[in-house]
């Protein structure tokens, strides 16, 4: 079964050929053959496969999926249609309301945002049913981080939005690593750092960080189109 799509594989140097990513993925095939894992395992990679590196334009980085039935789908802080929207996700879309005048859609489903190419990525890819950040130990964040340092190495413009203590230390653990692509110099870039949304953190300074209008403002300055963060109704 291919993993990553072939954009992601060549920028990553085939990182399944190597111990650091083949080790959390062939553990946590093993855990899916004993007991329920999320997401299934056909969405392990869906932040990839809907947002190559060259229309990477924000990365939003989470901590693990959701650990309900039908809630994980492989694109951090986003649920299917249908499916109840989880804490961090309802102050996120307040945030934005606050922060846009958006009105918060009818469902939770951010593919359109990475579409227009937000990378929606956790830092750990998988978790057992009903136990949250059950598989930290894994490993995936070798290959989590070997993800951010080359988003931080595109030529374009990207913005790093960390909200939560775990995302902001992936992302320096990152750039501590990172090496400029070949033929290319990094782009611009905005990182915003904030507290997590969940309903533990958001009132810390979350609610108020102002991160979609201040991403879009960023974009527009080195001549890219703002990404249009109210389109999830448009799935």
Request: glycine share 8%; aromatic share 8%; proline share 11%.
């Amino acid at each position: 079964m291919k993993l990553l799509p072939s954009d992601w594989d060549a920028l990553l140097g085939h990182p399944f050929e190597r111990a650091a990513a083949r080790v959390p993925l062939q553990a946590a095939q093993a855990a899916a053959l004993l007991e329920t894992v999320y997401p299934p395992r056909e969405d392990w990679f869906a932040a990839f496969r809907l947002t190559p590196p060259e229309r990477v334009r924000v990365v939003i980085l989470g901590q693990d999926p959701y650990h309900e039935a039908g809630q994980a789908m492989g694109l951090a802080f986003s649920v299917r249609r249908g499916i109840k929207l989880p804490p961090s996700l309802r102050n996120i879309f307040r945030e934005l309301e606050s922060d846009l005048g958006c009105p918060p859609p009818g469902h939770g489903d951010l593919s359109f945002w990475a579409e227009q190419g937000v990378l929606l990525l956790n830092t750990v890819l998988t978790v057992a049913a009903g136990r949250a950040n059950s598989h930290k130990a894994l490993g995936w964040q070798s290959l989590t981080t070997e993800v951010v340092a080359a988003a931080a190495s595109l030529p374009q413009p990207v913005a790093f939005l960390l909200w939560g203590a775990p995302a902001q230390k992936t992302y320096e653990q990152a750039v501590s690593r990172r090496a400029p692509l070949p033929g290319a110099a990094p782009g611009p870039r905005l990182i915003l750092s904030a507290p997590h949304p969940s309903p533990l953190s958001a009132y810390r300074g979350f609610f108020g960080s102002r991160p979609f209008s201040r991403v879009n403002t960023f974009l527009t300055a080195h001549g890219e189109a703002p990404i249009d963060w109210s389109s999830s109704d448009k799935i």
